[in-house]
């Protein structure tokens, strides 16, 4: 069975800083795409990056990078430059290739502050 | 694209009552999911929809849940009669069909309260 776990249930840092994220996951599978999608107060679901596990370059969408390392099972979100909008829940996903159910962690809230 | 589509966003109602969330998913996609997020769980697949047809309702808490695609276009989450414990956050989600099925878009979510 899948599973995901997310270490850190809160973190607070001041706006400008850079924030990593944790997320660990267990699975037999060899091919999968991990997510990390964040939930602002409004409580939409919104998807910040995402990672084929087939690829070993690491995924980049602006200020959001992550560090896939497939050994360690281990996918860690990097927000650099934290912005204010950049408070929210943040839930690290995992989806075996070919299925369809999405397996989140607990999540991680994050506080930017001014 | 409008992105997918819920409604109501909030619903409020009375144990016994019956419950429907509406779901319109993105155009063109194949997928539809239902997700439920509490307190205690975070979020669970409850069901899931291939071209209108369910494929997977292993996460479907009882019978008193139940879910239908009419058409590609609209999706419905009932439940009928609705408990306390059914409170919770009801988000759908589509996806595209194969091969991009790897992401899945969120609607804003249904928050029920069920008194």
């Known amino acids: 069975a899948q599973t995901v776990t997310q270490s850190q249930p809160e973190m607070s840092v001041q706006e400008a800083e850079t924030v990593t994220l944790s997320c660990t996951y267990d699975t037999s599978e060899n091919n999968y795409y991990l997510f990390w999608y964040k939930q602002p107060p409004s409580r939409q679901m919104i998807l910040v990056i995402r990672?084929?596990?087939?690829?070993?370059q690491n995924a980049t969408e602006n200020r959001f990078s992550v560090n896939f390392q497939k050994a360690a099972k281990s996918f860690s979100l990097k927000i650099s430059d934290s912005q204010l909008g950049d408070t929210a829940m943040y839930f690290c996903a995992i989806k075996y290739q070919g299925a369809q159910k999405l397996v989140f962690g607990q999540g991680t809230r994050l506080t930017i502050n001014p | 694209d409008a992105g997918v589509i819920q409604s109501p966003r909030h619903e409020v109602t009375e144990m016994g009552q019956e419950v429907t969330l509406r779901c319109k998913p993105i155009s063109g996609h194949d997928y539809l999911f239902w997700y439920r997020q509490t307190m205690m769980r975070g979020l669970e697949l409850l069901i899931y929809f291939n071209n209108n047809v369910p494929i997977d309702d292993s996460g479907m808490p009882e019978d008193r849940f139940s879910a239908k695609m009419p058409n590609a276009s609209f999706s419905t989450l009932k439940i009928q009669p609705s408990e306390p414990r059914d409170s919770a956050v009801y988000f759908c989600a589509s996806s595209w069909g194969t091969p991009r099925t790897d992401t899945q878009y969120f609607g804003p979510g249904t928050r029920l309260t069920v008194l």
């Open positions: 990672q084929e596990a087939y690829k070993q």
